[in-house]
T-cell receptor
Framework: DADVTQTPRNRITKTGKRIMLECSQTKGHDRMYWYRQDPGLGLQLIYYSFDVKDINKGEISDGYSVSRQAQAKFSLSLESAIPNQTALYFC??????????????FGPGTRLTVL | KQEVTQIPAALSVPEGENLVLNCSFTDSAIYNLQWFRQDPGKGLTSLLLIQSSQREQTSGRLNASLDKSSGRSTLYIAASQPGDSATYLCAVRLSDGANSKLTFGKGITLSVRP
């Protein structure tokens, strides 16, 4: 079974709709991250959380919100989706500070299309 | 601002060839560097992580090197196989420490021809 899972894997929605993407992990890691990947732009950090109830903005947080209500779960919401939020979204975890290197482990991704 | 560059964007080689994938970064004060593999439509798989104090890391047919002073890392793949076909991304973390964010390159898409 995958250590980091994301649901849904694919989603098509319309402009203005509210969307929630879910991430779950069985690795027991405290730190969780949300990234988006756009063709030709690489990965950009949206939000991250170092512990339950801890939320931090990343590079491109506008238009997004997150919730970390359990160690194993970190959800990303688009309150009112717009077409330029069409992208591949990744959740990641890391074991820092238990390991000193903060190596990150990624989920399989959610492909979101906003029409 | 840290920038990470991977050139070329795509590479095609015949099976069996040894190859080197390059990654360069503008700020040499890094904490560590991580190489990932991404298969089409899939997530990122961590391949190797090199701490700033290390010069290289090895895993099977993969060897990653780090030269902080010149702002470069290379991923060496020995005896390439069609199953190695994927996109390879490098990402660096600044010397602010383990709390600092990863900055990703755009990746190199590798195709290994049978």
């Amino acid at each position: 079974d995958a250590d980091v899972t994301q649901t849904p894997r694919n989603r098509i929605t319309k402009t203005g709709k509210r969307i929630m993407l879910e991430c779950s992990q069985t690795k027991g890691h405290d730190r969780m991250y949300w990234y988006r990947q756009d063709p030709g732009l690489g990965l950009q950090l949206i939000y991250y959380s170092f512990d339950v109830k801890d939320i931090n903005k990343g590079e491109i947080s506008d238009g997004y919100s997150v919730s970390r209500q359990a160690q194993a779960k970190f959800s990303l919401s688009l309150e009112s989706a717009i077409p330029n939020q069409t992208a591949l979204y990744f959740c990641a975890t890391s074991d820092f500070p238990r390991t000193g290197n903060n190596e990150q482990f990624f989920g399989p991704g959610t492909r979101l299309t906003v029409l | 601002k840290q920038e990470v560059t991977q050139i070329p964007a795509a590479l095609s080689v015949p099976e069996g060839e040894n190859l080197v994938l390059n990654c360069s970064f503008t700020d040499s004060a890094i904490y560590n560097l991580q190489w990932f593999r991404q298969d089409p439509g899939k997530g990122l798989t961590s391949l190797l992580l090199i701490q700033s104090s290390q010069r290289e890391q090895t895993s099977g047919r993969l060897n990653a090197s780090l030269d902080k002073s010149s702002g470069r890392s290379t991923l060496y793949i020995a005896a390439s196989q069609p199953g190695d076909s994927a996109t390879y991304l490098c990402a660096v973390r600044l010397s602010d420490g383990a709390n600092s964010k990863l900055t990703f390159g755009k990746g190199i898409t590798l195709s290994v021809r049978p």
